[in-house]
């Protein structure tokens, strides 16, 4: 077995030293943080909240935040909710969530997060299977979706609406109670106390509920602070700001949420992950530091280039790109002893490419930006090192809801681009002879709600089974090379893994997504998917009259446009290995469609199961 512990030395993975966490919570819980940041910078701006349908943020300082916090525990109190329950929040990204998260730390409670767009039936299993006591809703949507399965749960006696005025409802209702009966709830708080019990998104079967405690969150957010919070804040030390814009339902936006409130980073909410609305609120709030998946990154990427391609400056903008990522690499290799640097050729055109090409990526993002937190799936290369070049590092990590988020991360200063880094401090990583990746550390879960048989599969003497398959190289730095239950087997008896050829494929503008076949059939195939804006652009460029996504398909140039893509990612492979036939199918995979997952996993088996005769197509020729 090959394995690595945290922090990042410069030696080989084998003789690593012992990991050098944050110290570990002895006392308290999560909600502590509110009250000691209240009473020691009470005017410090802890959120900015969006009011009048966003156009206007009103301030919300640490002492604000405290007492609507207190006064919505105390409703909660009044209500009947009490330490250990488990309460249900469904909801997008918003102030409120995190004032019921709050809220319910601070009594013992343990908020269980619901995806908003959560069918009945999901919704249903999971505040079933919680033992959910109550649940807060944010709109109406929500409110029949709840109702429509509400006679199956008998043990849910409360449901909460924000948009219908829950928490002013909940802080008339808790009036009465004493500031002192809050506070005993939350001094009665451990570190080994539940925090949330968080589902995982399932890609398969029904979700499993993680287990999270106080010590499991507060290991994860401060080693991060502690390693990272250098880079938090923007250029000449302008105070950190985060745009918290992923699910709060996902575990990673929550950890965001909870490094705020610990690390007194200010904070805004965006519920809405809408190019137009996300690229408005990016522009208005100008945040130092963002937490995304590479759809996010991706999204900008395409935006500028589009912007390029019809000022008629495509060529320019390609020289930029390849000048970043030459600029990228060159650092890359000085920060590992591998070379010098950028040489001053390489530096003067860096110079000249960054007030037409690279400031203008930056003002995307509000112009502050110069730290990136990236998550959920593989971040290509190229692009990690394009946005390094252009002055945003995206430093790429790799967790799962079991972790609190992040196990690995690629440390400030030392970014090996196309991996996921090494072990944050406090972690451990090992590869099993099988390829499975291992992890262990204080932020590893307890068990699955509920169910030993599941948590027993995945826990093995501290050691957790991800399921992941990867490669340490000699430095500690981790590369996910896929999923073990996604290998496939060709009939010839050739093991593919999927994940590298449909990234590459995948980075083609015009591909939206890339789903990799043959499971038992005489060689590999793919079921491609199309972006209709990216379509839309590249039929203007060229000339040609907007036509629907099965038209395009149909198209021989569009055709040989993906066939290009194709190629690229066979470049990477053995002939056997190759894709040799290729089905455009649309729309998009989409969440609605049960094709991919809150988080937006590709939901491989309803994939396969959806287009089945696309896949039978492949092989009938």
Known sequence: MHEFSGPFPDTDAESAPDPAAATAARVGGLADSVFENAAEVPEFVQFEVARDGGEVREPVTAARFRDEVNALAKGLLAEGVRFGDRVGIMSRTRYEWTLFDYALWTIGAQPVPVYPTSSPDQVRWILGHAGAVACVVENDEHAMTVGSVIGELPGLGHMWQIDAGAVEDLWAAGFPVADETVHRHRLAVTPESVASVVYTSGTTGRPKGCVLTHANMMAEVDTFLSGWGSVLGGRGGEPAAALMFLPLAHVMGRMLQVGCVRGRVRAAHQPSLTSEDLLRDMASFRPTIVFGVPHIFERVFNAVRRAALESGQEEAFDKAVDTAVRWAEAQERQAFGEGPGPGAALRVQHRMYDRAVYSKVREVFGGRLRTAISGGSALQRRLGLFFAGAGVTVHEGYGLTETCSASTCNPPGRVRFGTVGPPMPGSSVRIAEDGEVLLRGGHVFTSYLDDPGATEEVLHDGWLATG???????????????????????????????????????????????????????????????????????????????TPLRDAARDPAVRAEVQRAVSAANALVSKAESIREFRIVGPPFAEEAGLLTPSLKLRRHAVLRACADEIESIYSG
């Open 468 to 546: 992941d398959l990867g490669t340490l190289d000699r430095h500690g730095y981790l590369a996910i090379t896929g999923r073990k239950k996604e290998v496939i087997v060709t009939s010839g008896g050739k093991s593919v893994s999927p994940m590298p050829l449909e990234d590459r494929v995948r980075a083609h503008p015009l591909v939206a997504q890339c789903v990799v076949v043959g499971e038992n059939r005489p060689y590999i195939g793919a079921l491609i998917t199309l972006d209709p804006e990216a379509l839309g652009h590249w039929q203007r460029m060229r000339g040609q009259r907007a």
